[in-house]
């Protein structure tokens, strides 16, 4: 596949200002379709970026023959039937975070693939950011020795009210479109560097609960994972907390020191050893 040929399943927000524009600037890779169920949008936002084809059909998006990837960029729940459509006709595939509402819809992308022979990513791209792999490059040189332990901490308030009655937002605590709460919307990153950062999971343990009364969906996550080289990870997310106690935390604990940073917030990573304390960009 000499260039990436990209057509989008759905025109949010976050192909706006990240992927779709993003697509048109790494080499080898073009956005040449957009689909969206409404017509007019899916024009209007081909013709702001420069696309050359748009759709209003999912299906004739994934069976247009220049188009060699397909993204999904639509809420959870129509994540499954798009992407296996896409796989069926022999597509490589990209889907947004988190992949599907469930393990069990997961598992069937996961077959899917294997047995259509195509690749199929999820759009964790915290990985490649340069803070997060400067992150990676501090625990594997065992800048602070051994991992022992890893804490995660990410607190914020409740939607308001005015949000919730916004399509663009409510959908995000509607466990029938995306798969439950705020968590399933946010903690994917998390999550996924703390995989990126400690390698294969052998146990995982988790509680969530619903504690407030806005809406029908969880908004309070505790987790642990033990990964096969026994460093454990524990995550606490409260998206029910006021606003004062706001909290984006990730703090890394080896025997030699700790690395600790923010996921969404800050651009610094602070290492303290026995020898020294500095921040690092």
């Not at 598992?107 to 964790?124: F, Q, R, Y």
């Not at 490649?128 to 800048?143: C, D, G, M, W, Y």
């Not at 504690?211 to 995550?235: C, E, H, P, R, W």
């Amino acid at each position: 596949m000499a260039t990436i040929n990209w057509g989008i399943i759905g025109c949010g927000d976050v192909t706006e200002v990240k992927s779709g524009p993003a697509f048109n600037k790494v080499k080898g890779s073009r956005l040449v379709a957009v689909m969206r169920r409404n017509a007019e949008l899916a024009k209007d936002y081909a013709a702001r970026h420069g696309v050359p084809k748009w759709y209003s059909d999912a299906d004739d998006l994934i069976h247009d023959d220049e188009v060699n990837a397909v993204y999904v960029a639509t809420p959870p729940s129509s994540h499954l039937p798009y992407a296996l459509a896409a796989i069926a006709a022999g597509k490589n595939v990209y889907i947004e975070k988190p992949v599907t509402l469930n393990y069990k819809e997961a598992l069937e992308i996961v077959a899917a693939a294997k047995a259509g022979n195509v690749k199929v990513s999820v759009a964790h791209y915290r990985r490649a950011q340069p803070l997060f792999k400067k992150v990676r490059e501090l625990i594997n040189s065992k800048t602070i020795g051994e991992i022992r332990l890893a804490n995660l901490v990410y607190y914020c308030p409740p939607l308001k009210k005015e949000e919730l009655v916004n399509e663009k937002n409510a959908w995000r605590v509607n466990p029938e479109i995306s798969g439950g709460g705020l968590f399933h919307d946010m903690a994917p990153h998390q999550v996924d560097l703390a995989y990126y950062f400690f390698g294969a999971v052998e146990k995982v343990r988790a509680i969530a609960a619903r504690q407030g009364t806005m809406y029908q969906a969880d908004d309070i996550v505790t987790g642990s994972i033990l990964f096969k080289n026994k460093v454990v990870f524990n995550g606490c997310w409260c998206f029910n907390a006021a606003r004062s106690a706001s909290a984006d935390d990730f703090e890394i604990i080896g025997a030699e020191g700790k690395i600790s940073f923010k996921v969404f917030g800050g651009n610094t990573v602070k290492l303290v050893t026995a020898e020294k304390e500095e921040k690092r960009k």
